[in-house]
């Protein structure tokens, strides 16, 4: 087995600019399949046209859904940024990986995904976002800043940037060249354009090559070409009935740029899938599209995420695979999680996970096959009450998420239980009420199994930063700001 520090010298010197670099392995028995893994920013599972929601133009992904097999409970686990793609790249939940807070450097124990997938032969590309790079001061001072090699963790084509919100005037760096760069026009258009041409040229080599577009949109600041932007000016807007009436008007003027920006998305989906179809390996290509975490879009009264609501822990989770999936799209309702990424898509591919690798691989649920120990529950945690999180006057929280139901556990107690079926937009708290007392016990159980399988001791957040040198963290983002939901009631028992 290869040292970090071999691997990351040969995949350097395999890797030029613009090019496609050579495999690691020679003499595969046979190519594996081709692996096209696709992430948005803040897109909730929730909108899009073919789920109901009248806001939504996605007739594109409405169509990739019909041929996919979609995980309707995919949660993210940790719903932030860094923390997500931290745990799709280590299969790792994030106190085991060290990415708990936003902006902390990925510092891997283990093979990442694309590091597993290189030594298995594959050519790997990254276009996008990255934000796994870190800004070791707390001062969001690396987010524009050059990426080495060595933080790539195993991607070689390389167009990436920090973190930039920018999207019409978006930054990025390209291979090992420090000059910055900008993407023409909108961003997530051009590096859809730009990912299109790496499959082109990808496609014709005896290598799978695995690539992974990370778009920033529809994360705030909710913006998208004009002609996008139209469809939305004058439009009558449903809203989602947890969002509060006194706060329609704010809502609207949020949501009109959000689903703009999936408009111009799905626009861009349809354009990487008929790249993917003229190349000539749409059968032989996994497809991937998820999304790192939600957004509340001020329901339950909130603006963004960092929180436990569907809307900002439930992600959309589609896969295709037209080798293994078997048949027309179908819904699965297992609760995968954002470290169940890449066990997952490595068990497509035919290849085991890695040791250290915390999540399961989902691969034959894909295939009609059954799971061993599948289990009923998917983890959720806010490790350290932090940022936004600290500014909505949130402890610390650890919880489960079933097929059915939300439980939700504070630093100080039982904290939020939903009946996920009968309250769809978990609006009724039913924590500690008798009738519910059986469904908590059995809730609560399933949080003990996987604090336990995890290792997770569930301390107060300034434990986890004192012992890993982070306190500075907290001290530059400043204390805690606490605000008043206009519901009122959930936070009762905080």
């Not at 529809?218 to 000016?233: D, G, I, L, Q, V």
């Not at 983890?379 to 610390?396: Q, T, W």
């Not at 504070?410 to 009724?428: A, F």
Request: glycine share 8%; net charge neutral.
């Amino acid at each position: 087995m290869l040292t970090r520090k071999e691997f990351l010298r040969q995949s350097t010197a395999l890797a030029v600019a613009g090019t496609l670099p050579g495999g690691l392995v020679a003499g595969t028995p046979a190519k594996r399949p081709n692996i096209l893994f696709v992430i948005v920013d803040e897109w909730r599972a929730q909108a899009f046209g073919a789920l109901g929601d009248r806001n939504a133009h996605t007739p594109a992904l409405d169509r990739f859904r019909r041929q996919s097999v979609s995980f309707d409970n995919a949660v993210a686990c940790l719903p932030v940024c860094s923390q997500s793609r931290a745990s799709f790249l280590t299969g790792q939940y994030p106190l085991t990986n060290g990415v708990y807070i936003t902006d902390v450097p990925l510092k891997p124990s283990g093979e990442t995904l694309a590091e597993a997938l290189v030594k298995a032969g594959y050519q790997t590309g990254y276009i996008g976002k990255w934000h796994l790079y870190g800004s070791p001061k707390g001062r969001y001072e690396r987010r524009l800043s050059y990426i080495p090699p060595e933080s790539r963790f195993g991607f070689q084509y390389w167009k990436a940037l920090e973190c930039g919100h920018d999207y019409n005037k978006s930054r990025y760096y390209e291979g090992d060249d420090p000059t910055p760069r900008y993407w023409p026009g909108y961003d997530a258009i051009a590096q859809t354009q730009d990912a299109v041409g790496y499959i082109q040229r990808a496609s014709q080599t005896d290598q799978p090559f695995f690539l992974t577009l990370s778009l920033g949109p529809p994360h705030f600041p909710y913006t998208a070409p004009e002609r996008y932007k139209a469809m939305y000016r004058d439009r009558p807007l449903d809203f989602r009935p947890n969002v509060p009436e006194a706060l329609h008007g704010q809502a609207a003027e949020e949501m009109r740029g959000y689903y703009a920006a999936i408009a111009a998305l799905d626009d861009c989906f349809a354009t990487l899938m008929a790249g993917l179809e003229a190349s000539g390996v749409a059968d032989d290509t996994i497809v991937l599209f998820t999304a790192d975490h939600g957004d509340m879009l001020w329901s339950q009264g909130l603006q963004h995420k960092h929180v436990p609501w569907d809307e900002a822990i439930r992600v959309p989770f589609m896969i295709r695979y037209p080798r293994q999936s078997r048949g027309r799209g179908r819904s699965v309702p297992a609760p995968l999680n954002s470290p169940d990424v890449m066990p997952t898509l490595l068990g497509l591919a035919g290849l085991p996970a890695p040791s250290g690798v915390q999540g399961l691989d989902y691969s034959p649920l894909i295939r009609r096959e059954p799971m061993a120990a599948m289990p009923r529950s998917a983890y959720l945690a806010i490790p350290v009450s932090f940022a936004d999180a600290r500014a909505h006057g949130f402890a610390e929280y650890r919880g489960v998420r079933t097929e059915r139901y939300t439980y939700i556990r504070s630093i100080k107690g039982p904290w939020l239980l939903y009946d996920n079926r009968k309250d769809p937009y978990q609006k009724h708290n039913l924590v500690d009420q008798p009738a519910m007392a059986e469904v908590q016990k059995a809730c609560e159980a399933q949080l003990t199994l996987w604090l336990d399988r995890l290792g997770d001791q569930f301390l107060p957040g300034d434990a986890y930063l004192r012992r890993d040198g982070l306190g500075h963290y907290l001290e530059v983002q400043g204390g805690i700001k606490p605000v008043v939901s206009p519901w009122g009631d959930w936070r009762s028992t905080m």
